[in-house]
């Protein structure tokens, strides 16, 4: 008998038995479906993370203070922080002071947090603005009270009307509107459009904080991270006398490879558990399969009293057992990528669906059948023709 013979009648047997075999792939389609859901959601969370470290660039290094550490004999002027800008190896040295303020437009009133910054914030955490102008250096040298708005603030505020040139009262203290920042989302920190950005010389007076904290630097290029680490590091070791503990430098290629490492193996881990469901539809393959040996016995007898041939019979089971593991594994992978989409729109977060995770689901869900089959295939093809033709 041929393969084309043998797939039709195997084909036939099974659809003789509608429900049975359904039942029988339920195992194989939540077990493939199951690993391709959990792996999209991982893959989605993975790319919008790596994104997000991703657009503020790969050669970023943050240095964040910690307040304990700060006193009058150490800590840091914005002027100490524009000098790192000295090192060949540093192109932009950034200080930020954050707080949180009351804005309030009319009768509006909003609650936002707020940031103190120089000109070179916009190149290393890649700002841009969509209306107006962003701060300049002799904003920071009057200690101007200008602001710029970020989207959420502008909504909340202003609602349809234009703020540039408008006056807002941030506790109580007026302000002009210069700009308006583009829309840029959300990261692991939070909604980068739910700020109000100031001048950092008018924020040290404004919010009557004067120690900075955190400062972003940007070194010169990608190969120069490395060597802008090592001098930063040599640099607060000086001012904070030996004190490892005052001080953190993250490094943002570290950081990213940190992240794929965490989730490629939580990936592996959820897979993993999902994968039980198709070890376990296995065995309900093996177990129908079984039982269909025992229910076709006398047809085997009398196939190999016409001489059918053992590896006949073989074939036959294990073509039957390919095919219902390998439809589930179809049906499975459709609803896989259906339920990956529509899990996406309930949690709001975003999914990835690789190539490569539906292959190596189907693939094992197809070596799972054949598995499991080779037990009852070979049951049936050692029955002895007299024995399967007594069988009743």
């Known amino acids: 008998m041929n393969f084309y013979m043998t797939l039709k009648m195997s084909f036939k047997d099974i659809l003789g038995n509608k429900l049975r075999t359904f039942l029988t792939m339920l195992g194989i389609i939540i077990g493939v479906s199951a690993v391709i859901i959990m792996v999209s959601l991982v893959e989605g969370a993975t790319s919008n993370v790596t994104s997000s470290i991703e657009s503020m660039g790969s050669n970023l290094l943050t240095v964040n203070i910690r307040s304990g550490y700060v006193n009058s004999t150490n800590a840091l002027s914005y002027e100490d922080i524009k000098n790192l800008e000295n090192y060949e190896s540093v192109q932009y040295a950034s200080p930020v002071l954050s707080g949180n303020v009351t804005s309030k437009y009319g009768t509006t009133s909003y609650d936002t947090s707020l940031q103190g910054i120089d000109t070179s914030y916009i190149y290393t955490r890649n700002y841009s603005v969509s209306s107006g102008r962003f701060i300049v250096p002799l904003d920071n040298e009057g200690r101007n009270n200008i602001?710029?708005?970020g989207a959420d603030v502008v909504e909340e505020l202003f609602s349809d009307a234009s703020p540039l040139g408008e006056e807002i009262l941030l506790n109580?203290?007026?302000f002009k509107v210069v700009g308006i920042l583009e829309e840029s989302g959300s990261t692991m920190g939070g909604s980068?459009?739910?700020?109000i950005m100031v001048p950092i010389k008018t924020a040290q007076r404004f919010l009557q904080q004067s120690n900075i904290t955190t400062i972003y630097i940007q070194a010169a290029d990608a190969d120069s991270v490395g060597v802008a680490e090592y001098q930063l590091e040599q640099y607060f070791l000086k001012v904070f006398k030996n004190e490892e503990d005052a001080f953190m430098i993250f490094n943002q290629s570290s950081?990213?490879?940190t992240i794929n490492e965490v989730t490629g193996t939580m990936a592996m881990m959820l897979g993993g558990?999902?994968?039980i469901s198709l070890i376990v539809g296995g065995i309900g393959i093996m177990n129908i399969m079984l039982v269909s040996v025992t229910e076709r016995t006398r047809?085997?007898?009398i196939r190999k009293a016409i001489g059918a041939k053992r590896s006949?019979?073989?074939k036959q089971f294990l073509i039957e057992s390919a095919v219902v593991s390998g439809s589930g594994g179809i049906i499975g992978v459709i609803i896989g990528i259906g339920g990956s989409y529509i899990a996406?729109?309930?949690t709001g977060m975003p999914t990835a669906t690789p190539i490569y995770i539906i292959l190596i689901a189907f693939g094992f869900s197809l070596l799972v059948g054949i598995f499991f089959g080779i037990y009852p295939a070979n049951q049936a093809a050692k029955l002895k023709p007299v024995d399967a033709l007594r069988y009743e």
């Open 255 to 257: 950081l990213l490879e």
């Open 273 to 275: 558990i999902a994968a």
């Open 172 to 174: 109580g203290t007026k």
């Open 344 to 346: 996406g729109l309930f």
């Open 192 to 195: 980068n459009d739910d700020i």
């Open 147 to 149: 602001a710029l708005l």
């Open 312 to 314: 006949s019979i073989l």
């Open 299 to 301: 047809e085997i007898g």
